[in-house]
């Protein structure tokens, strides 16, 4: 089984401010690297799937870069607000040559958003 | 939002009963997965299917069994709970996407306590 890290494991920014967290992985037969918001009670819910070296995704005020050569991704959140309190997961898809795409996911990075 | 349900949300039971974790979605999706979670640990693959009388076993062993008779359904048994067996489960769905790792849309999970 691969390891997905990611660090910090938990971080607390206040209102307002931006920040940012890690996802490495294996870099060997790389297939696609997903980003998930897990908000408390709720369902896990993608924010990006990013399969090429040096993609760059948006979607508001969260980006997401990839460096599959190195095996990171990197996470940014710009002018953090309450709402954006949640658990952050990363996961890995590595191609097997089969089809298989279930996801190898990192243990999460907490997010607390302090008004 | 995603339209994939699981039940029980919450399960507390006996050691040795058999149990059915319920997993359906909405969406007409091909592929279906089976992830657990550990207290403080990742999302693990345990199962998964390609469709209809497809079922494979994921990275993590897992004693649990699935079927996949209807394209919505996809249910995971445990014959004889076990203590160890104290989890979340969660199921999710993707659409078939040749060359990409299509998004994964989860449930809300099933938290299962085995006395």
Redesign the interface.
């Known amino acids: 089984?691969l390891n997905?890290e990611q660090s910090p494991q938990s971080l607390h920014v206040q209102e307002g401010d931006s920040t940012n967290f890690t996802c490495s992985f294996p870099s060997s037969n790389f297939?696609?690297?997903?980003w998930?918001r897990w908000e408390t009670?709720?369902?896990?819910?993608?924010l990006f799937?990013m399969?090429l070296n040096g993609d760059e995704k948006k979607k508001g005020r969260i980006s997401a870069t990839l460096n599959t050569k190195e095996g990171y991704s990197y996470l940014y959140i710009k002018g953090s607000q309450p709402e954006d309190s949640a658990t952050y997961?990363c996961?890995s898809?590595i191609y097997s040559g089969g089809?298989?795409?279930?996801?190898?996911?990192?243990?999460?990075t907490h997010l607390i958003i302090q008004p | 939002e995603a339209d994939i349900y699981q039940t029980p949300r919450y399960l507390v039971i006996g050691t040795g009963k058999k149990i059915t974790l319920e997993c359906s979605q909405t969406m007409g999706h091909d592929k279906m997965y089976w992830y657990q979670q550990d207290p403080g640990m990742e999302l693990h693959l345990i199962h998964y299917s390609y469709g209809v009388n497809s079922t494979e076993k994921g990275d993590l062993s897992s004693e649990s069994t699935v079927s996949r008779i209807r394209t919505e359904h996809f249910p995971l048994t445990l014959e004889s709970a076990r203590p160890s067996h104290t989890s979340q489960y969660l199921c999710a769905s993707s659409e078939p996407q040749q060359g990409l790792g299509s998004e994964q849309f989860f449930g809300p999970g099933t938290r299962l306590t085995v006395l």
């Open positions: 089984i997905v297939y696609a690297l997903h998930y009670a709720k369902s896990p819910e993608a799937v399969t997961l996961a898809i089809g298989a795409d279930g996801l190898t996911f990192g243990k999460g």
